[in-house]
């Protein structure tokens, strides 16, 4: 072979490979561009991980699917967590009614999720987006109902923004998706 053509092999491996995670970290920085609430950092780390348990997206539309993907897995998480705390008899009345809610809200959130799966697969942004923003309030409700009683402090805090960030990331790369498409 000569030695342009093993030239040309190395750069097409070199773009193959690297790909991946141009995409992330590209789309991360347009995405913290367009929203102050967007954190880059977070948006490059929890996207790299996810992609290194399932095929890295080859362009924004398999980035927006892995983004709502990983929020509802979160989500899911989430469910499975207040419900160990609904258990811990160290909570009193209060925390426990603020659990109740934060359980049947990230519930809510998991099916708005899956709708915006549902909408986003037949390229309807404008759904998907309603549904996106719908399981994110619900993130900021749960942790806001701790705040309404003084004294009382959310064990959720740290997951609640978490999640709130995920949910941030999907809105935002859906709009950029919009303006691409
Ligand atoms: C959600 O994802 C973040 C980062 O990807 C992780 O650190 C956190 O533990 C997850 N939280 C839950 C509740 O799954
Ligand atoms: C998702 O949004 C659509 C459009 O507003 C709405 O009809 C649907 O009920 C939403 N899904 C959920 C689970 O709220």
Same mark, same amino acid.
């Given at each position: 072979m000569k030695f342009a053509s093993y030239l040309v092999i190395f750069f097409l491996f070199l773009f193959q490979s690297s790909n991946g995670s141009n995409l992330i970290s590209q789309s991360c920085k347009e995405a913290s561009k367009n929203d102050p609430n967007l954190r880059y950092d977070f948006c490059v780390a929890s996207l790299e991980d996810e992609s290194k348990l399932q095929p890295p997206p080859s362009n924004l539309e398999g980035l927006v699917g892995m983004s709502i993907q990983l929020t509802? !897995?979160?989500g899911t998480n989430m469910v499975s967590i207040i419900s160990k705390l609904m258990k811990d008899k160290t909570f009193d009345q209060y925390a426990k009614v603020c659990l109740r809610d934060? %359980? @049947?809200?990230? !519930?809510? !959130?998991? =099916? @708005? *999720? @899956?709708?915006?799966?549902?909408? %986003?697969k037949s390229k309807d942004l404008d759904t998907a987006a309603i549904n996106l923003s719908a399981s994110l309030d619900n993130s900021v409700t749960c942790e806001d109902q701790f705040k309404d009683k003084k004294g009382e402090? =959310?064990? *959720?805090?740290k997951e609640n923004r978490v999640f709130f960030q995920l949910n941030v990331? !999907? *809105?935002? %790369?859906?709009?950029?998706f919009h303006q691409h498409y």
């Open positions: 509802k !897995s979160n934060c %359980f @049947d809200l990230y !519930s809510d !959130s998991l =099916s @708005d *999720l @899956d709708d915006a799966v549902v909408a %986003f402090a =959310s064990p *959720l805090t990331i !999907s *809105l935002a %790369f859906i709009q950029m």
